[in-house]
């Protein structure tokens, strides 16, 4: 068990920030798979909205460093691909 104040404190930060990475994370995943199916369904032009707002979320999560640069790269580059195929 922590000793310091400052130790209490650094785990209610990390606590707090865990909780916000998972619940972006779990909200980027939910939307992947709404893109996923309307592109499976050929559903085109709210397939493109729905990219549009896809990518915005993950250039975010990867500005506050939720995820890292190269895995949000690869991410909307193979979204970009699929739409591209279907």
């Known amino acids: ?18 909780l916000r ?4 994370k779990s909200e ?13 369904s050929k559903k085109i032009e709210e397939a493109k909205t729905q990219l549009n707002y896809l990518i915005s979320q993950l ?13 949000a790269s690869r991410k909307i580059s193979r979204l970009m691909k699929k739409l591209k195929t279907s």
């Open 1 to 18: 068990m922590p000793i310091l104040h400052a130790s209490y404190k650094d785990i209610k930060k990390s606590a707090k920030k865990a």
């Open 21 to 24: 990475n998972q619940s972006v």
């Open 28 to 40: 980027l995943k939910t939307e992947t798979k709404k893109f996923l199916e309307l592109a499976s």
């Open 59 to 71: 250039s975010k999560a990867r500005s506050k460093g939720i995820i890292h640069n190269n895995t």
